[in-house]
């Protein structure tokens, strides 16, 4: 279902083709897709390893647990919140599986009291903004102190990680003959295409828009506000869930100190990705491409032998390039 | 400020969708049909340049820019290539993951790291040796220590044992009453300097001796307000234990502004020029000094032998820790601060 839409999609782009610059002022998304294919040419043409199949593949990977939190992220950012919370809440999640399955918990019991931990932590960061009305922004800075604390009460220590279902999702296959793919890339994939779908096809994703958009608007017309902004944080709150299983598919080694910054790299991702931190405005695919991107330019400046301090630079000034082309191309149409 | 967009919300998915494929359909184009794994690290070159990959816990800790320097300075001046990446903070696996992966694809023949948690990038050293890449742990040892060729690192225990025996030296016989400032908990070295401290001054974790203790993530300001938090409760303490100089330099602030700093006894680990100043200043007793200018220079002149001969050093080699102090105590070997700013790091 997913593809026959790009499909057409796609064709909808050639109709177009004609006022190409209308469309890239017009799509705030295109922008961040034309980043990262410019990046991807530059790195091709400019290093002999980077445009290799498995090095493709490879950032993909490195993109998985950053990008899966950004999806979370992005569908609090609709709703013009913010999350500074959700990498704690997966950090604490990966410590819980891990302890649970060295202390004989079978992996599937484990996999599901994390994702009910992170779920939950969902709905409490949702009912705290819905209910009390508390901004987001104030409720995941505390959420974040605490379950980082939280984190190291539970276990001082890393912890590794042995049980083949938690790192399920770093298993590698090859298909065609040679292009990695890991388990975690299928999960990925299929959850930006359910969101997408959701977002985009269904009631709910509508009004997910529209109560960022203009809550009060939103309320006029029908939609309960506060039942949609807690379901947001709900399944966000899930899909953190899934981030944790994603982190130790990648790094089969839970560590209370890791992930410090994956809040900030989730926005980055978001930001990247033409989606308004104002809210109501942005989709999951966006946050993909912005994902990828950050990966695309480690990636590709090491190849380039250039050193990471450099590689920070770079991806802060695409942060404040991407939000300012935003800003200039709305200043346009107005 | 912001217009708002009156549009359909559902156009961005579509739109989105055109960007992805575009992007998808672009690099699949020019990716053509090259499908053979290539990890150039793959071939083991007698008599080739070295090409090393370096990675360290983060870039903002002065000894590891101290680290850095030295590898680079050594690899210039031996004709290596070496390239140099970082964690962002103390405990970013992830990001040392990733920079391993890079590293590989680029093609470097050796592979020096320092991980920010023992066990945290197994499996991607594996990878990497299976590779014919040659890992050497640079300052912290993996464990198993036997995932990587071989280590170049301070015995941390050690260098934790020396400071404990001076601070017992200063002591003279008086039941020590100690607050320690820990570094990163679960984090090997700071573990590894813990508990050699306790060995060398002849405490156990449990012991009542021990009135206070903070984890500090090594921070000088971290450090001054816990030393201030621990000192409102337990003022007659003699003894603080730190886990390296910017500890050591807020716990001295804190004990200032108290008037304390005449009857308690700091010790220090690392050595940096900073910290030896301080000790000449008198604001710590003593620090033990570990040398990883040394310790960079040994890996890179390792990874260029490997890639000259292909012969791999194998095991632990300490490059060795100095109690630095104006005031030597009987029974514990040590140098005057005048030997040390002839031999530190950093600035």
Not at chain 1, 239 to 268: H, M
Not at chain 2, 24 to 32: F, L
Not at chain 2, 49 to 58: D, F, N
Not at chain 2, 189 to 207: A, M
Request: proline content about 3%.
């Amino acid at each position: 279902m997913g593809a026959a839409k790009l499909l057409g999609d796609v064709m909808y782009a050639n109709r177009t083709r004609a006022d190409l610059g209308e469309f890239v002022l017009r799509t705030p998304a295109v922008g961040p897709a034309i980043a990262l294919a410019v990046a991807v040419v530059v790195f091709a043409l400019t290093t002999n390893t980077f445009l290799e199949l498995d090095n493709l593949s490879l950032v993909v990977e490195q993109s998985l647990v950053v990008g899966t939190l950004a999806l979370g992220q992005t569908l609090i950012i609709l709703t013009a919140g913010i999350d500074l919370a959700n990498a704690a809440n997966m950090v604490l999640a990966t410590l819980l599986m891990a302890k649970l399955v060295v202390g004989g918990t079978p992996g599937w019991l484990a996999l599901l009291a994390g994702l009910a931990v992170t779920t939950a932590v969902g709905a409490i960061t949702g009912g705290l903004v819905t209910r009390i009305k508390l901004p987001p922004f104030i409720v995941t800075l505390g959420l974040l102190t605490i379950l980082a604390a939280a984190s190291r009460i539970y276990t001082g220590q890393s912890v590794a990680v042995s049980d083949p279902l938690l790192s399920w999702l770093g298993t590698r296959r090859y298909l065609f003959g040679g292009i990695e793919v890991t388990n975690g890339m299928t999960v990925a994939v299929v959850m930006y295409l359910v969101l997408w779908y959701a977002l985009s096809r269904t009631g709910w994703g509508r009004h997910v828009y529209a109560v960022g958009n203009e809550p009060e608007a939103a309320r006029l017309s029908g939609i309960k506000v506060r039942r949609t902004v807690l379901s947001v944080y709900l399944i966000a709150g899930l899909v953190y869930g899934i981030a944790a299983w994603q982190a130790l598919g990648r790094v089969p080694n839970a560590d209370p100190n890791a992930y410090q910054t994956g809040n900030l790299d989730s926005i980055t991702a978001v930001v990247l990705g033409g989606t308004s931190l104002f809210g109501g405005r942005g989709s999951v695919l966006g946050t993909l491409v912005g994902a990828l991107i950050v990966s695309v330019l480690r990636s590709g400046l090491t190849q380039a032998g250039i050193d990471d301090l450099y590689q920070n630079v770079a991806t802060g000034v695409l942060v404040i390039a991407a939000v300012a082309l935003d800003r200039l191309s709305r200043g346009r149409q107005a | 400020m912001w217009q708002r967009s009156r549009r359909d919300p559902r156009s961005w998915g579509r739109r989105t969708g055109v960007a992805v494929a575009l992007a998808a359909v672009s690099a699949a184009g020019v990716t053509g049909c090259t499908s053979q794994r290539y990890w150039g690290g793959s071939s083991t070159t007698a008599g080739g340049q070295a090409v090393i990959g370096l990675v360290t816990k983060t870039d903002t800790n002065p000894y590891f820019v101290a680290l850095r320097e030295a590898a680079q300075g050594e690899a210039t001046k031996l004709g290596a290539r070496l390239s140099a990446q970082a964690g962002r903070f103390d405990g970013d696996n992830d990001g040392q993951v990733t920079a391993v992966e890079n590293l590989m694809q680029r093609g470097v023949n050796t592979i020096l790291i320092t991980p920010s948690n023992a066990t945290g990038v197994l499996n991607v050293i594996t990878q990497a040796r299976q590779r014919g890449i040659m890992v050497i742990a640079l300052d912290t040892e993996t464990k198993p220590a036997d995932a990587v060729d071989a280590t170049f690192a301070t015995d941390n225990t050690a260098a934790g044992r020396q400071q404990g025996a001076y601070v017992k030296g200063v002591l003279a016989g008086a039941p020590p009453r100690l607050l320690m400032l820990d570094g990163t908990p679960g984090a090997t070295v700071d573990t590894q300097r813990h508990n050699g401290f306790l060995q060398g001054i002849g405490l156990t974790d449990d012991s009542p001796a021990i009135l206070g203790r903070q984890s500090v993530n090594g921070e000088q300001n971290l450090a001054q307000q816990g030393a201030e938090n621990l000192l409102q409760r337990a003022v007659d303490v003699n003894s603080i234990y730190t886990l390296n100089e910017p500890t050591a330099r807020g716990a001295f602030s804190a004990l200032r502004a108290r008037g304390l700093t005449g009857q308690v006894v700091i010790g220090s680990i690392d050595g940096g020029c900073q910290g030896v100043r301080d000790v000449r200043d008198g604001r710590y007793a003593a620090t033990v000094m570990q040398f990883p200018v040394k310790m960079a220079q040994l890996a890179v002149d390792a990874a260029v032998e490997f890639a000259r001969s292909g012969h791999k050093p194998s095991g632990f080699h300490d490059t060795g820790s100095k109690v630095i102090t104006d005031r030597p105590v009987p029974g514990v070997e040590s140098a005057d601060t005048a030997w040390g700013l002839r031999n530190c790091w950093g600035t």
